[in-house]
């Protein structure tokens, strides 16, 4: 509150007034690191990103980017603050982007790559590569894995 507001001991509601406030394009997004530079056994580690004005809608879920920001800490406020001490969450406020390589959608396979799927599916075991794909750090537990393969491309069809 404002030193007058203070004085004057005022109290009462805060109203928004969209014609005099300015709307900035605003996204948070959460990056993580890619599969290949996890170690083995462990979780993938997570980054929130604040994007503003131009830099909004250029990241998409499965891009791979670089990102060029400040780091910065978001304290906490209120109970949680006393309950935490002098911790803060971290954030990362981006300045710079650069894409790499945009969804699955613009992957280019060669034709060795053609040849290791026609492979696989002509094999028979296609069901068991693909669970076994699923978590290959974690040794063993098919009956679990197959289980989530079923979960993420499983379904019935629908018929009209």
Request: charged share 20%.
């Amino acid at each position: 509150p404002s030193s007058e507001c203070k004085q004057n001991n005022s109290k009462g509601q805060l109203f928004l007034s969209t014609r005099a406030s300015k709307f900035l394009p605003f996204q948070e997004v959460k990056i993580q690191e890619m599969a290949d530079q996890v170690p083995v056994g462990h979780i993938p580690r997570t980054l929130t990103v604040h994007c503003h004005g131009t830099l909004t809608r250029q990241i998409n879920p499965g891009d791979v980017i670089d990102i060029g920001g400040i780091f910065l800490p978001t304290p906490y406020t209120g109970f949680k603050a006393i309950w935490a001490g002098l911790l803060t969450d971290t954030y990362l406020e981006a300045q710079w982007v650069n894409q790499h390589k945009k969804a699955y959608d613009d992957l280019v396979f060669d034709a060795k790559t053609f040849r290791r799927i026609e492979q696989y599916r002509h094999s028979g075991h296609m069901y068991e590569y693909l669970a076994r794909s699923i978590a290959p750090e974690i040794y063993g537990h098919l009956d679990v894995k197959k289980a989530l393969l079923l979960l993420l491309i499983g379904g019935v069809t629908k018929e009209m």
